[in-house]
């Protein structure tokens, strides 16, 4: 993120410096063809375009500054600062109606044949409080999209994805008949 930020603000910089020379040389011809009108950049001779030029240069740098550093004129919302997507940590009204519903299919069905297995069905009754906190959550509340986040955490803490299937399970397959052989 920090690189993606570094080449961000460089870019930024660049095509700022883009404008300022097109400013610049923008306004030196208007200088070139002008400066005949204005006496006192006539008497310098060659030099009078560049000086107006400057000193026209230096105006929208300086206003340029006021806008930016003294007035701060441009500042963003501080919402909009914090984080641009707020779903990527709370779930879309989308996923409340639509996927929650097939992820408590999945999660019961789940259950149920580790239930009839005897194995411990733990993982998946976590994974079922996981979901109905996360369905509380709104991205209008900053405490919760910081609830989400330490949520998620602690869920992958808990429950890496690399030990979702224990190996010993893996080389299990069921046969048509239903046995199981190991191969």
Do not use: C
Request: glycine fraction near 4%.
């Amino acid at each position: 993120m920090a690189i993606r930020k570094w080449i961000m603000k460089q870019y930024w910089r660049l095509v700022q410096v883009r404008g300022i020379w097109n400013l610049f040389y923008g306004v030196l011809l208007l200088a070139v063809a002008y400066y005949a009108y204005v006496p006192v950049f006539l008497q310098m001779g060659a030099a009078g375009p560049l000086v107006f030029a400057a000193l026209l240069l230096g105006t929208f740098l300086f206003l340029g500054y006021l806008y930016d550093r003294v007035f701060v004129l441009w500042g963003p919302q501080q919402e909009v600062v914090i984080e641009r997507n707020p779903y990527q940590y709370v779930p879309h009204p989308r996923d409340k109606i639509l996927w929650f519903p097939v992820y408590t299919v999945f999660l019961n069905t789940a259950e149920l044949v580790l239930s009839r297995l005897g194995r411990d069905a733990t993982p998946i009754r976590e994974t079922r409080e996981y979901f109905a906190i996360l369905q509380t959550l709104t991205p209008y509340r900053k405490e919760d999209l910081q609830a989400a986040l330490k949520l998620r955490n602690e869920f992958i803490a808990r429950h890496p994805f690399s030990q979702l299937v224990d190996e010993e399970d893996v080389d299990t397959v069921a046969t048509a008949d239903g046995e199981t052989t190991h191969e």
